[in-house]
């Protein structure tokens, strides 16, 4: 099983940014994806999660109403669309699965999340 995230760059403040993650080798399509971000020296936070079941979203309160979680299941495919950029966006983001439950309730928990992709930078620029 395995996650490729894509998408990161350097933009500035008030820009765009859409990520994807790939996923592949999953035996079945319902399972939640979640995005995740961490700043240097901050810990990880979930950001949104999506239940590609029934396509049910959950995001922070932080990226609510900026970022939208939205998914192409023919492509297996996970897209983060991430509008009004703010420096403090500034991290590494990263996708991750899991691939037992596609419940999204309680995506701020990291460690039901077994199947995590390698990290894409954003950075916005003030």
């Given at each position: 099983l395995q996650l490729q995230a894509s998408g990161g760059g350097l933009v500035q403040t008030g820009g765009f940014l859409r990520l994807s993650c790939a996923a592949s080798g999953f035996t079945s399509d319902e399972y939640a994806i979640g995005w995740f971000r961490q700043a240097p020296g901050k810990e990880r936070e979930a950001i949104s999660c999506i239940n590609t079941r029934d396509g049910s979203t959950n995001y922070a309160d932080s990226v609510t109403g900026r970022f939208t979680i939205s998914?192409?299941?023919?492509?297996?495919?996970?897209?983060?669309?991430?509008?009004?950029?703010?420096?403090?966006?500034?991290?590494?983001?990263?996708?991750?699965?899991?691939?037992?439950?596609?419940?999204?309730?309680?995506?701020?928990?990291?460690?039901?999340?077994?199947?995590?992709?390698?990290?894409?930078?954003?950075?916005?620029?003030?």
């Open positions: 998914r192409d299941n023919a492509k297996n495919t996970v897209y983060l669309q991430m509008n009004n950029l703010k420096p403090e966006d500034t991290a590494v983001y990263f996708c991750a699965a899991d691939g037992i439950s596609p419940w999204c309730g309680n995506f701020y928990y990291l460690p039901r999340f077994n199947y995590w992709g390698q990290g894409t930078q954003v950075t916005v620029s003030s």
